[in-house]
Every structure is written in C-alpha cells, then in structure tokens.
C-alpha cells in the first residue's frame, strides 16, 4: 500500500493503550476513523491486528495506514532540530564496529540510552543523524539494549533493511549471547530458566518480576569461568526477549549480575576495586543479513569489564560459541 509508513514505540510508551498513542502523535485523527482503520486491519503492531485498547511495549513497531494531511497535523510540523554536537558525532563514529550499505553495528558504551524519554535527552536515537553520511535516508533502530547494558546494537541504513532486520529480531532469527560477571557461583554449570515474568505492580520506573500471569521467558546460561565462590563469568542466550530478562533470571540462580542494584539489591555489589557498574555485555550476533547471508559480529568489553575481567584472571579472548555443544545435545 503505497504511503505506508512505519513508527517505533519508545521506552517511555511501554503499557500506553494504543489510543493514547495515536491521539498524542495524530491529534487530527478523530476517533471515529482511528476506529475504522483498526477495524479493517489497517493499522498494524509487530505485524498484527490490535484494538484500540492494545497495550504498547517499547520497541514495537506500529504500521500506519495513508493518512489525510489534517490527520497528520502533529508528525507534519516542523520539528526542533537537536544538532549533533561534534563530540556527540565523534562518540558515535568510535562505537561503529561494523557497516556496509544496509547496516551498522555499534559497541553501545554502558549508560547511554539507546532511545529518549523523561529526562533522557541524550540517546542513540536522537545521534543517528551522524552515521548518515551521504545517504538521503537517515538510520534506523531495529532493536534495543538496556541504557546500562553495553554491547551489540544493530541498526539499518535503509527502510528496506530496518524492515527485515526488525522482523529477524522480533521473530527471535538470531543468536545472541551476553557475557556477564555475576556475584557467586552457580550451583548449575549449564542449564535453562524457565520462568515468566510480568511488570511488578506499583513498582518505580521499569521492573519486572516473576509471575505466573506474566509472558513466556527463557534464557539459556553456562559458566566460563568462575574465581572461586566470590565472582564468575556467565554466558547467557536469551530465548525469548523480554525487559530486563536476563538480569531477573541471574538473580533466580543466587547469582545477581554485579553492579545490578535494581534486582540483586546490596547483594549485588562486590567489595573492593571491582567497578560498581552493571556487568552485562551483548557480546556477539547472528542474524540474517538483509541483502542476503549471514551477519556475525562479536563487540569488546566495555573498560569496566576489562578491569574486573583481568583482575579475576579470566581470558576475554575467548570467542567460541558456548552454547554449541548444548545445541548438540
């Protein structure tokens, strides 16, 4: 359908009804029509028909209809232009790892935000205008980190590419692996946790918890490498992708990431030089590449990381697939 277009639900729009979103973006577009274009099937999120009292999440991808210019009022004014500071441009040039006509990869550095919100005015999203270059199309999120996570976030050059890698994603056609450094030792060298999780009810800010109402989630884990009982090197694999998953998971094996104060509580710090950051890195990517193959991707560590990484004795070096022989199985 020509004049189609296609939004991304941001981080501060989690658990909004979907017509609340549409009256904050499309005040032109009364009731009545959001109505009948729902009904047809029109409109569209993560590639499904909704109602108007959907719950949004961030991340999804809302698919637009054709809509007259009175419609449009809100997305058709003029918009404040944020310029990129040259320091900005520059932070975002040095976290590129990876780009070709249709992708860039970047390390995302620990505390930055990959999208905006309430007082966050300083994000990935709002500095893509500087991996432009001299395309007419500017980038694209397709997916999400955590602010404080680091590591692999990929991002489309093209509508075309934002297109197929958003759907790879959102239909989990990827293997993504994060190493993190968590407080303890397993009782488990490997294993799955299964166990579904829903916002926590009154929480501050974003929380998740566990709850048998809540969605299916999975998380493949193995250890690395451990320093006895005080610190060891986990590898987990989401299997399927909801907020904060990993980090709730870790804490239900006793094991809370380090520097993960929201879940794992005083619990999750350890005393002396090692950094009181979060310790939770996307390490490495598969995924269909959109004009064909495969892409493969493995990020650095961040400083942090590095500093404890070395001071436990553990080799970052290591780039195999630990989850290769549990695939075998």
Do not use: C
């Not at 790879?168 to 999780?197: D, H």
């Amino acid at each position: 359908m020509s004049g189609v277009t296609r939004e991304y639900v941001k981080d501060s729009e989690s658990d909004w009804r979907l017509d609340k979103w549409f009256k904050v973006h499309f005040p032109g577009l009364s009731y009545g029509r959001l109505s009948k274009i729902l009904r047809k099937g029109e409109v569209r999120v993560d590639g499904k028909r909704v109602k108007a009292n959907f719950r949004l999440e961030g991340g999804m991808e809302i698919r637009l209809p054709p809509l007259g210019k009175e419609e449009r009022t809100q997305l058709d004014k003029p918009k404040a232009v944020n310029k990129i500071s040259d320091d900005d441009a520059a932070l975002m040039r040095n976290m590129v790892i990876y780009q070709d006509d249709s992708v860039i990869v970047l390390n995302k550095l620990p505390g930055l935000a990959v999208q905006g919100g309430t007082n966050t005015p300083r994000h990935v999203d709002g500095m893509l205008g500087a991996l432009q270059g001299k395309s007419k199309e500017k980038p694209k999120l397709v997916h999400r980190i955590d602010k404080d996570t680091s590591g692999i976030l990929v991002i489309a050059r093209t509508a075309a590419s934002a297109k197929k890698l958003t759907e790879s994603f959102k239909k989990r056609k990827t293997n993504k692996i994060y190493w993190a450094l968590v407080k303890g030792r397993p009782s488990q060298m490997e294993g799955v946790i299964q166990a579904p999780l829903d916002k926590e009810p009154g929480s501050r800010g974003e929380r998740m918890a566990v709850s048998d109402d809540g969605k299916r989630a999975g998380t493949d884990f193995k250890m690395m490498d451990s320093a006895a009982d005080t610190a060891t090197w986990m590898a987990f694999r989401p299997v399927t992708g909801r907020t904060h998953q990993i980090r709730v998971h870790a804490t239900l094996l006793g094991t809370p990431i380090v520097g993960d104060g929201k879940y794992g509580g005083k619990d999750a710090f350890i005393d002396g030089p090692v950094s009181r950051k979060l310790h939770l890195h996307a390490r490495s990517l598969d995924i269909d590449h959109p004009d064909g193959g495969t892409l493969s991707v493995k990020a650095a560590l961040p400083t942090h990381m590095k500093e404890s990484w070395a001071l436990f004795g553990f080799d970052d070096d290591d780039i195999s697939d630990p989850f290769e022989e549990m695939d075998d199985v």
